[in-house]
């Protein structure tokens, strides 16, 4: 039986957190053993933001080596760098046809780079969710690994797909739909309590997987918290919930269990939890971040995995837009 289609992307925008690994990679490793799965560097998507040019390189070696160093096996999956598929820009202009300014004016995350960066309101920020809708739908995917915030843009691309499927009369793009294994994971908050942990803002708020030691048990010191709950079984603040969330992926059930009962007895002593979960975060990280080092250290490798991952793609893509432009009616020869 053939596998059901899984696409999904990480921008090449910066330091992975633990925020993109356990929102995101995460999942791809769990899904990769079941799924046709397809994973790329979303070097195109962060373009936006006009990146200097001799970061891009590694800033994508460093996406790459840092999924594999995660637990992505590149022979299971395709993992490519989006720019190495022209059939994505050819898509993008094809479905860019059945996108309209006003709605994607109304998309929220378009409205806070406008706000965050008002001098450079560009048109591939305008058309961002046009450009994911391409990456998705060039493989057909049915299922797509993403964080709470791009379910708007998969909303879009369901959009998308359905408008072009009903102007060329067929039932050519199937519509893809949010995949998701754990709720507490969709959203890491940084360490703050401000907001999504980021590769782009608060970076003393946010743990890297390339952190070192010292730097994790820092930043995991300063994390906000309060002077405790005063009424037993309270509802816990979300910045608390956070290191909950942080402390059971990294050191386990029995000793997050044992920090809840405290909480729920109002005994807790966020000094003390900070320090088991600064420890716990020390050796989850660790092992990461030295096979991510270990990893870039070879270029040959990292290059030969994304040209080979390019290929298995390409495979994929390549049919697609010969269907897609065969339906427009772009099919002269
Ligand atoms: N804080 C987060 N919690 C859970 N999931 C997250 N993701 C990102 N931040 C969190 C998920 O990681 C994947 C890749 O994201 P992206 O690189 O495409 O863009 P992003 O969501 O904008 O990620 P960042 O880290 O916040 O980057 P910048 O700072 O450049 O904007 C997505 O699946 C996302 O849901």
């Known amino acids: 039986m053939n596998k059901e289609i899984v696409v ?20 791809y490793v769990e899904m990769q053993n079941n799924y046709d799965c397809y994973f790329f560097v979303a070097d195109y998507h962060s373009l936006t933001t006009h990146p200097d040019p001799k970061a891009l390189k590694p ?36 479905l860019n046809m059945m996108a309209y300014k006003g709605e994607l004016e109304k998309v929220p995350t378009f409205k806070d780079k406008v706000r965050l960066q008002p001098d450079n309101v560009n048109a591939g920020l305008l058309t961002y969710p046009v450009l994911m809708a391409a990456d998705i739908l060039i493989h057909r995917a049915v299922k797509v690994p993403v964080g709470k915030d791009q379910e708007q843009h998969l909303e879009m691309a369901r959009n998308f797909a359905t408008r072009f499927n009903t102007r060329y009369g067929a039932e050519f793009f199937p519509e893809p739909q949010v995949w998701r294994s754990n709720a507490d994971t969709v959203k890491i908050m940084s360490l703050d309590g401000n907001g999504k942990m980021s590769k782009s803002e608060n970076a003393n708020a946010t743990i ?31 910045y608390i919930k956070n290191l909950f969330v942080l402390l059971q992926v990294s050191a386990g059930s029995e000793v997050t269990q044992t920090f809840t009962d405290a909480f729920n007895n109002c005994n807790i002593r966020y000094g003390d939890m900070k320090k088991q979960l ?20 070879d270029e040959q490798a990292i290059r030969k995995i994304l040209k080979e991952g390019a290929e298995k793609a390409r495979a994929s893509s390549a049919v697609t837009i010969a269907e897609a432009r065969k339906l427009i009616g772009i099919n002269y020869y």
């Open 278 to 297: 600064a420890e716990s975060m020390v050796s989850f990280v660790g092992p990461i971040r030295e096979k991510a080092a270990e990893l870039q250290r």
């Open 59 to 94: 800033n994508v070696f460093r996406v790459v080596a840092e999924n594999i160093a995660s637990g992505l096996d590149p022979e299971k999956v395709a993992l490519y760098a989006q720019s190495d598929l022209p059939e994505i820009p050819e898509l993008y202009l094809m």
């Open 208 to 238: 890297y997987l390339s952190d070192d030691d010292d730097t994790i048990r820092k930043k995991i010191m300063k994390a906000k918290t309060d002077s405790g709950p005063t009424e037993p079984n309270s509802e816990m603040p979300d």
């Open 8 to 27: 999904s992307g990480i921008r090449s925008t910066g330091y992975l957190h633990l925020g993109n690994y356990l929102g995101a990679i995460q999942n």
